[in-house]
Nanobody, 123 residues
Framework: QVLVEESGGGLVPAGGSLRLSCKAFGLTFSDYALGWFRQAPGKGRESVAL???????IYADSVKGRFTISRDNAKNTVYLQMNSLRPEDTAVYYC?????????????????WGQGTQVTVSS
């Protein structure tokens, strides 16, 4: 069973930065595509940043140029560096994994959902 544990959320002012981390267990980490997703109150879950086995990345238009996803296979960990944060980035952030050579873009294709980590950006 794949399990993930997210950390690094918090309360920051607009324009600030946070680095989220997600450690995964119960899998051969390097074989998986990884993703960061978020869900704001009253809204659906959306993809934020995705990374393939070969470090190819895909970003939501709303975060391009501000967020960076990276992975460390030796540590079974995926990161999300978030800069120039905006109030509209406020959400619970989740990471998840998908056993795939390509990058699935639908969150329903991912597994191992954790509890998430809350990110709140004040205006």
């Amino acid at each position: 069973q794949v399990l993930v544990e997210e950390s690094g959320g918090g309360l920051v002012p607009a324009g600030g930065s946070l680095r989220l981390s997600c450690k995964a267990f119960g899998l051969t980490f390097s074989d998986y595509a990884l993703g960061w997703f978020r869900q704001a109150p009253g809204k659906g879950r959306e993809s934020v940043a995705l990374i393939s086995r070969t470090h190819t990345t895909i970003y939501a238009d709303s975060v391009k140029g501000r967020f960076t996803i990276s992975r460390d296979n030796a540590k079974n960990t995926v990161y999300l560096q978030m800069n120039s944060l905006r109030p509209e980035d406020t959400a619970v952030y989740y990471c998840a994994v998908c056993y795939s050579e390509v990058i699935p873009t639908k969150w329903t294709e991912y597994e191992g959902w954790g509890q998430g980590t809350q990110v709140t950006v004040s205006s």
